[in-house]
Structures are given as C-alpha cells and as structure tokens.
C-alpha cells in the first residue's frame, strides 16, 4: 500500500483531482469506479476545474458508483444518483448512459445485484477505483463483518454508519437500513485503487487499514492485499499512525524516482 501524508484536505483534494485527471487524459476510454460521501467531493472539484481548463473531456469514460440506498427514489436529494449528479456528473461532458450506479429494484434485488457486476465485466473491470472510508472502517457499504469475498449485494447499515450519515438527512430516521453495495471482492478487482480519508475522526479507521491485521471486522484492511493500492491523507487523519515517519522518507524517495524518471524521458 502506497502511504501518502499531505499537510491539509486542501492538498488530498487537489492530488486526488490531478490523479483523476491524470488516468482519463493517458486512457480517455477509462473505467472509473467512484464513490460518494463528503470526502471525494473537494477531489471531484479539482477535476472539475482541471475539466473546465480544457484539460481533460469524461465524454469516452464509463464510471460505476459503489453503492446506493435502497428505497430512496433516485431523484431524492439524499440519493447517491442526486449526489453524483450534483457533484460531478450534471457538470461535466459525461456521457449519462455511461454513468452507472446500483439501481435497487426491490421486487428483485439479487438479480439488480448480479446484473450490476455483469456490467461491470462486460466494460472489461474498473481502472481505478477511488474510495473513501467510515469511522468503523467500512469501504462503500460493506459494513464491519462483511466477507472480503462478497460481491454486489444488499447490506443491512450498522447504527454507527446511520449515525454518520445521519448529518445529510433531517433525522436519523429518515437514514435508509439497507443499500447496494459492491463487495470487497468486486473493489479488489480495480486495477487501482485510491482512497481518500481526512481529518482527525477517520485517524483509527486508517491505523487499523494500514497497520491493523487483515480482518473482516475492518473491512478496508482487505486493501493491504492489493498490488495497487493508494491511500492519500492529511495530517489529522495519518495521526495514529505508528510507521509514519517511514511513509513520508519512503514517499520522498518514490518522488525523486519520479521527477527523475521525467527528467530522463525529455
Ligand atoms: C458512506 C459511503 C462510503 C463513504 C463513507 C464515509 O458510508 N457509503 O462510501 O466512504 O460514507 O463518508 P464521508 O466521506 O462523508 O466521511
């Protein structure tokens, strides 16, 4: 796992956004896997100002969303559809038939399950997956527990993730008790993988995935069997960690490697 600690959110946003950028404009035809909550969105600014520079066009790409509400229309406000839409999707060239998120159909949610990973097949498997990551160390919805074999599926949402969540809502009430979700199987498929986390309340959560034994009980620590596998920080967030001094000498050198590498390619 490549370990990255930046000085503030400011800097994982803007790093986050370049990396974005940086895979479309080397593979416009990319397969992006992306992902909601509060934390990609300072990174999907980033991109799109990259986007509004002239810099980069989404119109080849194909996206796939990690996870979605189950019983929430998708045009309520608090849908991730509406998230995207807001956030990234409604401001930019994609493409709408491209963009993909679970679709729960309650009548027949594992067929909706299994019709979503047959999609993602058939757009030959994900580039790079972004993720962020929750206070108890879920990734996407697959809540502590969950099988680092699942697949797409339905998750009932533990009490600490409603409570999270529950800021975007009116209540905790209104907070949905199961989504779609892809599994962690299905995220390890990525080619890359990005996750972002910031500030000081996801600094246990990251310890755990980084330093922590591979376990269900945190579902992100699956991550450390990825071969390509980024975690970018601020400082809050990397503050528990014991080998840090290590991730920034390491992180230094991987810089030199790079500029060097650049040098020698002009
Ligand atoms: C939800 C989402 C996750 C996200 C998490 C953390 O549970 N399903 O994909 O990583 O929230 O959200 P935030 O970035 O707002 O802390």
Redesign the pocket.
């Known amino acids: 796992m490549r370990v990255v600690i930046l000085d503030e959110k400011s800097d994982v946003d803007r790093r986050a956004g370049q990396i974005l950028a940086q895979q479309i404009q080397t593979v416009p035809d990319s397969v992006l896997g992306l992902?909601?909550?509060?934390?990609?969105?300072g990174a999907y600014n980033e991109l799109l100002r990259i986007y509004e520079a002239g810099e980069v066009s989404f119109r080849d790409c194909t996206t796939f969303n990690?996870?979605e509400y189950v019983g929430l229309p998708p045009d309520h406000v608090q849908s991730?559809r509406h998230f995207m839409q807001e956030h990234l999707f409604g401001k930019a060239d994609f493409e709408p038939t491209q963009c993909h998120l679970p679709c729960p159909n309650i009548a027949q949610l594992d067929e909706s399950c299994e019709e979503y990973e047959a999609r993602i097949d058939e757009a030959g498997g994900i580039d790079l997956q972004l993720?962020?990551?929750?206070?108890d160390g879920?990734?996407?919805?697959n809540e502590p527990g969950s099988s680092l074999a699942s697949r797409t599926r339905v998750k009932a949402?533990t009490q600490q993730?409603r409570t999270?969540?529950a800021?975007?809502f009116e209540s905790i009430d209104e907070v949905p008790k199961l989504?779609v979700?892809m599994g962690i199987a299905t995220i390890l498929e990525a080619e890359k993988i990005l996750l972002?986390?910031?500030?000081e309340?996801?600094a246990s959560a990251v310890r755990d995935t980084v330093e922590g034994p591979i376990s269900a009980s945190v579902p992100a620590t699956a991550l450390q069997l990825h071969p390509k596998a980024t975690i970018l920080l601020d400082k809050p967030a990397a503050r528990l960690l014991a080998r840090k001094d290590y991730y920034e000498q390491v992180e230094f050198i991987q810089r030199e490697l790079e500029q060097n590498d650049a040098l020698n390619h002009h």
Do not use: E
């Open positions: 992902a909601t909550g509060s934390t990609p969105v990690l996870d991730y993720l962020g990551i929750g206070t879920h990734i996407a919805f949402l993730t999270d969540n800021r975007f989504a979700t972002l986390a910031t500030g309340n996801k």
